[in-house]
């Protein structure tokens, strides 16, 4: 019986033990962890990737550049990490931002115009120590360059000859000075413009609609012209077309320069003939063909002899309606008979 019970008392020393053990373990592992995690949290050990580099501030207040890759301690509360800087290929937006932005051309026509650089950081210590907040920097002298270069450029270039400005304000981004005889972006910042790119370049909505509108009348008005053209040609064919036909009827008529008024007498009577042919009122036109007669003369239709039955007209056919006037004079001429 005394056996069972300190076999008993054994076992439950045995597992308060393990339990101690155990708790005693877990706790270690949680303050190790912690110790760890505020390690790393105060950056106390650092990692330096690749294509990137630390600019450090050591305990002397020296900075410097960490560049090698891989792990790196320093010194807790003493020593501070101003930033990461990344060596890989950057892009700048006009404005700082991606949407078009609003700029003025040399005519004070707004435009709306999106645009981007792309460069590389060759040297960090100008980049890193020398200039504070080099990025915010950067961008007000990447805004200025170019908007100064496409302000000096009306509307019309800005649209149809984006190719050749992309062209310069890439070398002036590479070469131009910020100001006279003061450094250019890659000398002030330590860094390499790669490209640079329009990316958009357009009217606004009204601008738009007012440019599409002169167009149109510019189409309309170059139809009109066009048409007044083939006008004034088929004016002059005619025109060339009729002095051959006269020529070569004067030439037919063996004319001379001295008998130009015969030709033109007999147009003119050729030009009654067709005016009575195309407007017959009941009347007879006889045309004078002699060059030497006078132009055409109308007769009155012939006059009825008489009204009797018996009597007939001079064509075999019978007077059915005289004219009012006939038929007074014929009753005169019967009263006096």
Not at 257 to 262: I, K, Q, S
Request: charged share 30%.
């Amino acid at each position: 019986m005394e056996s069972e019970q300190r076999f008993r008392l054994l076992q439950r020393a045995r597992v308060r033990t393990f339990f101690k053990r155990g708790f005693l373990l877990l706790l270690l592992g949680a303050m190790l962890y912690n110790a760890v995690a505020l390690i790393y949290a105060t950056k106390t050990i650092y990692k330096v990737r690749r294509n990137y580099a630390v600019i450090l501030e050591d305990l002397s207040g020296e900075r410097r550049v960490v560049q090698t890759v891989g792990w790196h301690t320093r010194l807790p509360f003493f020593t501070r990490l101003e930033q990461e800087v990344p060596l890989m290929n950057q892009d700048l937006h006009l404005g700082g931002k991606a949407e078009a932005q609003r700029i003025m051309s040399l005519g004070n026509v707004a435009l709306w115009t999106s645009a981007m650089m792309t460069f590389r950081i060759t040297d960090l210590e100008r980049w890193g120590i020398e200039n504070k907040q080099p990025m915010v920097l950067l961008q007000n002298d990447y805004d200025g360059i170019v908007k100064d270069v496409m302000q000096s450029h009306s509307v019309d270039d800005l649209v149809s000859e984006r190719e050749k400005i992309k062209e310069q304000i890439y070398q002036a981004l590479k070469k131009r000075a910020i100001n006279e005889g003061g450094p250019n972006l890659e000398e002030k910042y330590g860094i390499e413009v790669v490209s640079f790119v329009l990316r958009d370049t357009r009217f606004g909505d009204k601008l738009a609609e007012a440019s599409e509108e002169k167009k149109r009348r510019e189409l309309i008005a170059e139809a009109e012209n066009y048409a007044a053209d083939l006008e004034a040609s088929r004016t002059r064919k005619l025109y060339a077309a009729f002095s051959d036909s006269i020529r070569e009827f004067r030439q037919s008529l063996d004319l001379k320069d001295g008998e130009d008024r015969f030709l033109f007498e007999f147009l003119n009577q050729q030009k009654w003939a067709t005016a009575y042919e195309k407007n017959q009122q009941g009347q007879n036109t006889f045309v004078l063909n002699s060059t030497t007669g006078t132009p055409p003369v109308v007769l009155p239709a012939p006059p009825v002899l008489n009204d009797r039955k018996d009597v007939a007209p001079a064509n075999g056919q019978a007077q059915e309606n005289p004219q009012p006037g006939v038929r007074k004079a014929l009753r005169e001429a019967d009263k006096t008979d």
